[in-house]
């Protein structure tokens, strides 16, 4: 079965503990090489682009558990997304967007990371995928471990950066959360895709309400 994720879509992939949804993903941004099948992003296969090149095409992931380094400043995370030739070119513009996303982002610049909570961390992880320009924002679990409060800012920026034409594939255990923001939902099981459909009608479909919106997910 195929994922595809079209321009200016919002696309989730939800699934339990170990389905592959991080693999799938690290697969997409050439840090894993697919075990099997293929990956195309506009017409070309990316199986023999490297990961920098990846990125020059447009594809910026945000790791699970954001990956950053506990003792650099917030900018310094800023500038070190903008390192392709194409992001650093329209490097200003792209650090007044993800400033005026999350202004936070502006008032903190000269904090180390480790200072912030995990909900800002994860802000500053987003802004240095943005600052690389992509055309698809591919994020991993951002939710996990955040605060409730956080979670909502960083939906509704995510919904934001949609709508200014990036196209994003998110990845989420909050199934409701993520079936909520996107447009349209895949569900991965053991590897492999066993649902598949618009947000709404997976929110409705009786396996996925059961196996994934049970009593625990669903007082969130
Ligand atoms: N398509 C696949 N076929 C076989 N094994 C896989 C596949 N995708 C992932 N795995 C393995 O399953 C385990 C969990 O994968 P992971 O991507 O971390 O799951 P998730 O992010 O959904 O929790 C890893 O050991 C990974 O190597
Ligand atoms: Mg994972």
């Known amino acids: 079965m195929t994922l595809s ?13 170990g389905a592959g949804k991080s693999t799938l993903l690290k697969s997409i941004a050439g840090l894993l090489p697919p075990r099997a099948g ?13 990961v920098h090149q990846i990125v020059e095409r447009g594809l910026a992931m945000v790791p699970e558990g954001r990956r ?7 900018q310094e995370h800023l500038d070190l997304g ?6 650093r070119a329209v490097r200003p513009a792209s650090l007044a967007r993800v400033h005026a996303l999350f202004p936070f982002l502006h008032e903190r610049r000269r904090h180390v ?7 800002q961390q994860q802000m500053v ?10 055309r698809l924002l591919m994020l991993d679990e951002p939710s996990l ?10 939906l509704t920026a995510l919904a934001e950066i949609n709508r200014a034409g990036v ?6 255990q909050n199934v409701q959360a993520a079936l909520t923001l996107a447009h349209r939902a895949y569900v991965l099981e053991s590897g492999r895709i066993t649902a598949e459909g618009p947000s709404a009608a997976l929110l409705s479909d009786a396996h996925v309400r059961r196996a994934y919106l049970g009593p625990l997910a669903t007082r969130a």
């Open 145 to 154: 471990g955040i605060a409730p409060r956080l979670v909502r800012t960083i």
């Open 82 to 87: 903008a390192f392709t030739p194409r992001a």
């Open 5 to 17: 994720v079209a321009a200016g879509e919002i696309v989730a992939l939800v699934g339990g503990n």
């Open 68 to 74: 950053l380094f506990a003792g650099m400043t917030v």
């Open 167 to 172: 196209a994003v594939l998110l990845v989420e």
């Open 113 to 119: 990371v480790r200072s912030l909570s995990g909900g």
């Open 38 to 50: 293929a990956i195309h992003w506009e017409g070309e296969d990316l199986a023999r682009v490297g």
């Open 125 to 134: 992880a987003i802004g240095r995928a943005l600052m690389s320009n992509p």
